[in-house]
T-cell receptor, first 114, second 111 residues
Framework: KAGVTQTPRYLIKTRGQQVTLSCSPI?????VSWYQQTPGQGLQFLFE???????NKGNFPGRFSGRQFSNSRSEMNVSTLELGDSALYLC?????????????FGQGTRLTVV | GENVEQHPSTLSVQEGDSAVIKCTYS??????FPWYKQELGKGPQLIID?????GEKKDQRIAVTLNKTAKHFSLHITETQPEDSAVYFC??????????FGAGTRLFVKA
């Protein structure tokens, strides 16, 4: 079974630009969560999607948005990039419909804003 | 909202010794407590988890203990090996489709 795939692996963007990151979950998984990882901050929860619906979101500004498609693939978008948005963005999928289960992470997309 | 504190941030042990990482949480509704290991260049991977109706769980050299009254849980690694060197994250889930992670512990196992 293929794992969680995130594309691209690396991105360099300029302040003010926008960026879209992609995540393909494990086949059969309908829940996709996104996290921002920065040194010393651990993983900060961005949002979670299930069957194209956002079920929860973290405390990030509205510049961070996401969506999920009918095939469970998900994208996150960051508009008007700031230097502080430089981070590793991780996507995780799970097969949970309501209960708490293991999350399977991709390798992440490293975003650098210059 | 839920808050998770993890200690220590860095831990260095000699090969063969034990390592203990502790986490505390704030939301008493939390009911799922996974631990993840992240190696360089990779995403986190689940190593063990525990649910609120269990006090302790063991899997070979790894064990997790949970104290719901005190709202803390711990990861214990015995007979550490160099390949245990990585960053470890505790996490808490309240069932609200949101998993909150600790800040991580960087474990160094010296051969």
């Amino acid at each position: 079974k293929a794992g969680v795939t995130q594309t691209p692996r690396y991105l360099i963007k300029t302040r003010g630009q926008q960026v879209t990151l992609s995540c393909s979950p494990i086949s059969g998984h309908r829940s996709v969560s996104w996290y921002q990882q920065t040194p010393g901050q651990g993983l900060q929860f961005l949002f979670e999607y299930f069957s194209e619906t956002q079920r929860n979101k973290g405390n990030f500004p509205g510049r961070f948005s996401g969506r999920q498609f009918s095939n469970s693939r998900s994208e996150m978008n960051v508009s008007t990039l700031e230097l502080g948005d430089s981070a590793l963005y991780l996507c995780a999928s799970s097969d949970r419909t309501g209960g708490n289960t293991e999350a399977f992470f991709g390798q992440g997309t490293r975003l650098t804003v210059v | 909202g839920e808050n998770v504190e993890q200690h220590p941030s860095t831990l260095s042990v000699q090969e063969g010794d034990s390592a203990v990482i502790k986490c505390t949480y704030s939301d008493s509704a939390s009911n799922y407590f996974p631990w993840y290991k992240q190696e360089l260049g990779k995403g986190p991977q689940l190593i063990i988890d525990i649910r609120s109706n269990v006090g302790e769980k063991k899997d070979q050299r790894i064990a997790v203990t949970l104290n719901k009254t005190a709202k803390h849980f711990s990861l214990h690694i015995t007979e550490t090996q160099p390949e245990d060197s990585a960053v470890y994250f505790c996490a808490v889930d309240t069932g609200g489709f949101k998993t909150i992670f600790g800040a991580g512990t960087r474990l160094f196992v010296k051969a």
